[in-house]
């Protein structure tokens, strides 16, 4: 069969026998969705195509680097700052060297 020009529109008519199961599923689906059956049929085979295309691969970003495009190496830390206590003593430590910045600044 030779490929279609992309312009070249066409047209098919389906007529599917469906078995009482699949038509029940059918009629729930329809009147959840609030389509006729021909949009349904086009979404469900446009989703289904997609998922047979090959996914293209993002980069791998850190939350951080997808929210606001910093650096990975922000998030690089010697320590676990999760624990409270490791927190409170960095905290501490970048005050007093903080501190004892300005106090030889002073003089």
């Given at each position: 069969?030779?490929?279609?020009?992309?312009d070249y529109l066409t047209s098919v008519m389906l007529n599917i026998s469906l078995d009482d199961e699949a038509e029940q599923y059918l009629v729930e689906i329809l009147s959840?969705?609030?389509?006729?059956?021909?949009?349904?049929?086009?979404r469900l085979?446009?989703?289904y195509w997609q998922t047979l295309q090959p996914q293209q691969t993002v980069p791998q970003q850190?939350?951080?680097?997808?929210?606001?495009?910093r650096p990975r190496h922000f998030l690089n830390?010697?320590?676990n700052l999760s624990d409270?206590?490791?927190?409170r003593a960095l905290i501490a430590e970048r005050l007093q060297s903080r501190h004892v910045h300005r106090q030889n600044?002073?003089?």
């Open positions: 069969m030779l490929p279609l020009p992309k959840h969705e609030k389509t006729s059956s021909r949009e349904l049929l086009q085979l446009k989703q850190t939350v951080l680097e997808r929210m606001s495009n830390g010697s320590e409270r206590d490791i927190r600044s002073e003089e």
